[in-house]
């Protein structure tokens, strides 16, 4: 199972704070080239203490020796666009996800991969901008590591949330290029 972890700065604790997070789970139906996913949306809501379900959907026929783990993100958050993430919080200037690997479902989660989300500055509430950067683990030392960054602009923080702006970071990525891995020969 890979977990995503979304957290953001509590504006006034002023520490890290999980607003919800995600789970896709292989339902080990596919094949070894083509795999299927079954999605776990959760979000915190406002004064609960634990995150709540939000929305459920399903992933198949993922080309899992393709292409990486942010990839799988993102097509599960696009798999479950159409239930519709829009929660309108007003949303921090800081989002932080991390990409965990958890064996089995349960366990400790092997963290794979990061990515960090941030509001620049000047930018309006209905054209906001952001700059986003992609980590991953770096086999030569297994420390996290920038492997490429990006922009996503004009994005409505008054009508969108969280998952929202996650999906339009990852999407954003996806035009750049960001996933698919070169052909190996």
């Known amino acids: 199972m890979i977990r995503a972890m979304l957290m953001t700065r509590h504006p006034v604790l002023a520490k890290q704070i999980t607003i919800g997070h995600i789970d896709i789970s292989n339902d080990q139906t596919g094949s070894e080239a083509s795999s299927h996913h079954d999605i776990e949306v959760y979000r915190r809501a406002k004064d609960k203490a634990e995150a709540e379900h939000f929305c459920s959907g399903r992933l198949e026929g993922f080309p899992r020796s393709q292409v990486s783990y942010y990839d799988l993100l993102h097509q599960a958050l696009n798999a479950c666009a159409g239930n519709g993430f829009g ?10 996800v991390t990409l965990a690997l958890m064996e089995g479902g349960t366990g400790k989660p092997e963290p794979k991969g990061l990515i960090n989300i941030e509001r620049r500055k000047g930018s309006s509430d209905t054209a906001a901008k952001f700059t986003i950067e992609l980590f991953a683990t770096d086999p030569a030392d297994g420390q996290l590591k920038v492997f490429r960054s990006g922009q996503l602009r004009n994005f409505d923080v008054t009508a969108n949330g969280y998952f929202d702006l996650l999906r339009a970071c990852l999407n954003a990525a ?9 052909p190996t020969s």
Request: hydrophobic share 30%; aromatic share 10%; net charge positive.
């Open 87 to 96: 929660s309108t919080t007003k949303l921090q200037t800081h989002l932080q």
């Open 174 to 182: 996806v035009r750049d290029g960001f996933f698919v891995r070169p």
